[in-house]
């Protein structure tokens, strides 16, 4: 099976990803208290991915746009 080219760097891989690795998801359940030393790591629940959005910007309205949406158009 060939290597995708977004994992042949090490640098590409700090995107965010849906899926975790077994590792990854074992250390998600230990911060949020969920693991016990005791349980196997095959068959894992789920665990929640969540993405942080850095510099969101909001839409400016133009002076076009307002002028358009705030009268109705004449006949």
Do not use: C, H, Y
Request: hydrophobic share 30%; glycine share 6%; charged share 45%.
């Amino acid at each position: 099976m060939a290597i995708d080219k977004s994992l042949k760097r090490s640098g590409r891989l700090l995107r965010a990803r849906n899926v975790l690795t077994r590792e990854e998801r074992i250390e998600q359940m230990k911060f949020n208290d969920r693991w016990d030393d005791e349980r196997s790591p095959f068959g894992l629940p789920k665990t929640r991915v969540i993405r942080s959005v850095i510099g969101k910007k909001k839409k400016k309205k133009s002076a076009e746009d307002d002028e358009a949406g705030s009268t109705p158009a004449k006949k």
